[in-house]
């Protein structure tokens, strides 16, 4: 599923391509046909994004919400624009290029009241300007769950999936099975900052890369792709050589280090 830096690098692409300008919308699948002719011929005046959810903001004052999910997609397609390619739910396209919706969990048109109650429900956003870190922190300090939950927790820090999640508790030397309420002042300091951190980078590269080129020998971008990560899907630790181990926690696996991770 893709994480918080997958959505607000679409949101910002899209306002690069789209925003200001009237679109044209259309559903070449047929399953979101009636949404597309509410959209179609109205300007886009901005998307945006908080954790793993997506919103295009109309004239109209409609809200296009879009979550991607496990398999979703949204690709972009240059003039010339071709012809929709497979199961298209939305196309979205002026002039000069086309994005293209596949495969999301969630495709529908919302009002700004809705929108504004799916991200009362949603944690802090570590790449938004208005992230409330104090009501993240409060509950972290509050919860006696595994640090390797809660940080998966939407409702608790918003967009953070299961790659992040072990590479920050990774780099935090935080053991994911800890109690959230046992991490001092400084340790969740340091876990935020890292948070913001990696996110931006990944926001930026459009890829996770958590390894330091110093300790790899190369550049970020000329890294090989079982080179950019600590923890995750590893045997061996890429710091100190120990055997990675992986805990069940939150429902989903997490590898990590017991010696880097005490």
């Not at 599923?1 to 607000?8: A, K, L, S």
């Given at each position: 599923?893709?994480?918080?830096?997958?959505?607000?690098r679409?949101?910002?692409?899209?306002?690069?391509s789209?925003?200001?300008?009237?679109?044209?919308?259309?559903?070449?699948?047929?399953?979101?046909?009636?949404?597309?002719?509410?959209?179609?011929?109205?300007?886009?005046?901005?998307?945006?994004?908080?954790?793993?959810?997506?919103?295009?903001?109309?004239?109209?004052?409609?809200?296009?919400?879009?979550?991607?999910g496990?398999?979703?997609?949204?690709?972009?397609?240059?003039?010339?624009?071709?012809?929709?390619v497979?199961?298209?739910?939305?196309?979205?396209?002026n002039?000069?290029?086309?994005w293209?919706?596949?495969?999301?969990?969630?495709?529908e048109?919302?009002?700004?009241?809705?929108?504004?109650?799916?991200?009362?429900?949603?944690?802090?956003?570590?790449?938004?300007?208005?992230?409330?870190?104090?009501?993240?922190?409060d509950?972290?300090?509050?919860?006696?769950?595994?640090?390797?939950?809660?940080?998966?927790?939407?409702?608790?820090?918003?967009?953070?999936?299961n790659?992040?999640?072990?590479?920050?508790?990774?780099?935090?030397?935080?053991?994911?099975?800890?109690?959230?309420n046992?991490?001092?002042?400084?340790?969740?300091?340091?876990?935020?900052s890292?948070?913001?951190?990696?996110?931006?980078?990944?926001?930026?590269?459009?890829?996770?890369?958590?390894?330091?080129?110093?300790?790899?020998?190369?550049?970020?971008?000329?890294?090989?792709?079982?080179?950019?990560?600590?923890?995750?899907?590893?045997?061996i630790?890429?710091?100190?050589?120990s055997?990675?181990?992986?805990?069940?926690?939150?429902?989903?696996?997490?590898?990590?280090?017991?010696?880097?991770?005490?």
């Open positions: 599923m893709p994480e918080g830096h997958t959505i607000h679409l949101a910002r692409l899209l306002n690069g789209l925003a200001g300008k009237p679109v044209r919308a259309s559903s070449p699948q047929g399953r979101f046909a009636d949404g597309a002719e509410r959209l179609d011929g109205l300007t886009l005046l901005g998307a945006d994004a908080w954790g793993k959810y997506l919103f295009c903001n109309f004239d109209s004052g409609e809200v296009l919400h879009v979550h991607l496990l398999i979703g997609k949204f690709r972009a397609r240059k003039a010339p624009i071709p012809d929709p497979g199961a298209v739910r939305l196309r979205l396209q002039g000069a290029i086309a293209d919706l596949s495969g999301p969990t969630r495709c048109i919302i009002s700004p009241i809705e929108q504004e109650q799916i991200w009362s429900r949603l944690g802090a956003d570590p790449l938004r300007s208005d992230a409330d870190v104090a009501a993240a922190r509950k972290f300090t509050h919860s006696k769950r595994a640090v390797g939950a809660l940080v998966l927790d939407q409702s608790v820090v918003a967009g953070i999936g790659v992040y999640r072990a590479e920050l508790l990774f780099l935090c030397g935080i053991h994911p099975a800890r109690p959230a046992s991490l001092t002042e400084e340790e969740f300091a340091q876990l935020w890292e948070t913001v951190r990696l996110l931006r980078l990944g926001e930026r590269m459009g890829r996770i890369v958590t390894t330091d080129p110093a300790e790899i020998g190369a550049t970020r971008s000329r890294m090989k792709a079982e080179e950019r990560l600590y923890a995750y899907h590893r045997q630790c890429k710091r100190c050589g055997g990675i181990e992986v805990l069940k926690i939150g429902g989903r696996p997490i590898w990590y280090c017991p010696s880097c991770q005490p």
